[in-house]
């Protein structure tokens, strides 16, 4: 399921708030993340807001005429925050931008200074980024679903991941562990910028309940149960960014479970181009280990992507 931020202000854009999150859970695999969905949280709105922006894949902004309210402290708004946060990890950006003659309430005039705040974000927006106008409420909801539609065909190439890596052997069992790191190296020196994305781990083989919590896997045994279905979603990771995690602890910063007793091989699709993979197993800490290795991941071709799903279709 692609997760997309939708980012706005929510006085005197309450209709189109709506209009936007209907278009984006209307589209098959997408869920709408959006600030009236976030509940009650013992941390600061704007810790909220942006710990949930990083959890997403696509940022949809709607820029209207009011400013908005800001954080205590800050002189930047909310929306303006989620923007820059958007543009540091490098998230895909999907803009929208009122007319001039949009309607807004006369209960949300802001003052000269929030006025003129709006004024110069909105300007900085349309002259760094591709963005559509906005005309109507009537029709958000068309220009979000074709703006993520087409983002969705231009995304990654015939809609699959933008990096495919095969880890061909990883073990959690008879007193190893295994380490993994993804590397998001799709920004080089060579021109462009990168792209951000999520990283999934599949993992096929057999796991062994003996060695540790059971989990996911059943209950306490010793003996080998398949695992072929467990597959799990990283954080996005931004250009120059990496998932690291070992088997038997997994990595809960990244959304990454522990799979103990896991032994078998694990397949990483990547939502970025430049995706790389290293794999380090050994028998025990720094310094008491008698065995380690290390290799690097394949990375699966185009070609051999597209003869398995073809033959899977016949």
């Known amino acids: 399921m692609h997760r997309v931020f939708l980012s706005s202000t929510f006085l005197g854009l309450e209709d189109v708030r709506k209009a936007a999150f209907e278009a984006i859970n209307a ?14 949280s013992a941390n600061p709105p704007i810790e909220v807001c942006l710990a949930e922006l990083r959890t997403c894949e696509i940022y949809v902004g709607i820029l209207g005429h009011l400013y908005g309210s800001c954080p205590p402290g800050e002189t930047r708004s909310y929306t303006e925050l989620e923007f820059q946060e958007a543009s540091r990890i490098g998230m895909p950006q999907l803009l ?45 909801r068309a220009r979000v679903g074709e703006a993520l539609t087409n983002h969705r065909g231009k995304w990654v190439k015939g809609g699959e991941p933008g990096t495919v890596l095969l880890f061909p052997h990883v073990t959690n069992q008879v007193g190893f562990d295994t380490g993994i790191a993804v590397t998001n190296a799709s920004a080089m020196p060579f021109g462009g910028g990168g792209q951000a994305g999520r990283c999934r781990i599949h993992y096929y083989g057999r796991t062994s309940i003996g ?19 467990l597959s799990q979603y990283s954080e996005v990771l931004a250009p120059g960014d990496q998932l690291v995690f070992v088997l038997s602890g997994g990595n809960s910063k990244r959304n990454i479970l522990a799979t103990p007793g896991f032994q078998g091989y694990i397949v990483v699709t990547c939502e970025f181009s430049g995706g790389r993979g290293f794999a380090f197993l050994t028998d025990g800490p720094v310094g008491q280990a008698r065995l380690a290795t290390g290799y690097l991941a394949e990375v699966v071709p185009v070609e051999t992507r597209l003869q398995v799903v073809a033959g899977a279709g016949r």
């Open 211 to 229: 060695q540790g919590s059971a989990g996911e896997f059943g209950p306490d045994s010793y003996e080998t149960s398949p695992v072929t279905t």
């Open 96 to 140: 929208f931008l009122t007319s001039e003659d949009f309607p807004v309430p006369a209960k949300a005039i802001e003052d000269d200074v929030r006025r003129k705040r709006q004024q110069t974000f909105r300007m900085d927006v349309s002259q760094k980024l591709t963005h559509t106008r906005l005309h109507s409420h009537q029709e958000v």
């Open 27 to 40: 589209l098959s695999g997408y869920h709408c993340v959006r600030m009236e969905d976030f509940g009650a």
